[in-house]
Antibody
Framework: QVQLQESGPGLVKPSETLSLTCSVS??????????WSWIRQPPGKGLEWIAY???????NFSPSLKSRATISADTSKNQFSLNLTSLTAADTAIYYC??????????????WGQGTVVTVSS | DIHMTQSPSSLSASVGDRVTITCRAS??????LNWYQQKPGQAPRLLIY???TLQSGVPSRFSGSGSGTDFTLIINSLQPEDFATYHC?????????FGQGTKVEV
C-alpha cells in the first residue's frame, strides 16, 4: 500500500520561499507511470492543483502558479519536493501531496498524504 | 484552464435521503470527471473516476453520471458517514482543475 507524507515549515514569512517535501513509501516515484502532484486547499475553499512531476522526470504546472513554483524528485530518497517563491497571505493553505494515476488506470488522484498546514504571516 | 462549477455549494439532508450534486465544466471534458469525498481534517478520498466508475471499496450507494459538460453525483440512502464535502475534478487536460466543493450537512 502506497503511503505519502508531507513535511515542511508550518509558518513562513511573506516574500519568502516555501519548501515542502513528500516522502513516498510502498512505491517508487521513478516507476509506474504516475504523476506525483502537489495540491493545496486555502481555508474554507476548494482544492487547487499546483504541479506534478511525472515518473520520467517531466513536469507541469498550474498556469496561475507556474512563475513561482518548481517541483523536483530525489529518487535516492524516494521523495518529491515543491518550492513556491514570493509568498503572500493568499498562499496560506493545507498543502497535500498526491499520486495521480495514468489514463490507462483511473486518471485520478488515488492516494493522498494527510496534508500539512502552511501559514504565511510575519 | 477548464473551470469547474459545482451546485449547490452546500445542502442540508437527513439520513436515508437521496442526495444529488451537480458539476459543470466550462468546456466539454468527455467523461474525464472524478469525484472525491473529504471529511473534516482529512485528505480527499477518490470515490468515482471517469464520471461513473466506482473506485474499489466505495459503497454502491454512490453513483455518478454525465458526459460532455454536465455531471451528477448521487448518494442513495445517505448514511451518517456520508456527511462530508464532495469535490469534482476534471482530468481531460493535464492541467487539472477542481470544483469549489459541495458540503453535505445535517
Amino acid at each position: 500500500q502506497v503511503q505519502l507524507q508531507e513535511s515542511g515549515p508550518g509558518l513562513v514569512k511573506p516574500s519568502e520561499t516555501l519548501s515542502l517535501t513528500c516522502s513516498v513509501s510502498g512505491g517508487s516515484v521513478s516507476s509506474g507511470s504516475y504523476y506525483w502532484s502537489w495540491i493545496r486547499q486555502p481555508p474554507g475553499k476548494g482544492l487547487e492543483w499546483i504541479a506534478y512531476i511525472y515518473y520520467s522526470g517531466s513536469t507541469n504546472f498550474s498556469p496561475s502558479l507556474k512563475s513561482r513554483a518548481t517541483i523536483s524528485a530525489d529518487t535516492s530518497k524516494n521523495q518529491f519536493s515543491l518550492n513556491l517563491t514570493s509568498l503572500t497571505a493568499a498562499d496560506t493553505a493545507i498543502y497535500y501531496c498526491a499520486r495521480g494515476t495514468p489514463p490507462a488506470d483511473s486518471d485520478a488522484f488515488d492516494m493522498w498524504g494527510q496534508g500539512t498546514v502552511v501559514t504565511v504571516s510575519s | 484552464d477548464i473551470h469547474m462549477t459545482q451546485s449547490p455549494s452546500s445542502l442540508s439532508a437527513s439520513v436515508g435521503d437521496r442526495v444529488t450534486i451537480t458539476c459543470r465544466a466550462s468546456q466539454s471534458i468527455n467523461i474525464y470527471l472524478n469525484w472525491y469525498q473529504q471529511k473534516p481534517g482529512q485528505a480527499p478520498r477518490l470515490l468515482i473516476y471517469r464520471a461513473s466508475t466506482l473506485q474499489s471499496g466505495v459503497p454502491s450507494r454512490f453513483s455518478g453520471s454525465g458526459s460532455g459538460t454536465d455531471f451528477t453525483l448521487i448518494i442513495n440512502s445517505l448514511q451518517p458517514e456520508d456527511f462530508a464535502t464532495y469535490h469534482c475534478q476534471q482530468s481531460f487536460t493535464l492541467s487539472w482543475t477542481f470544483g469549489q466543493g459541495t458540503k453535505v450537512e445535517v
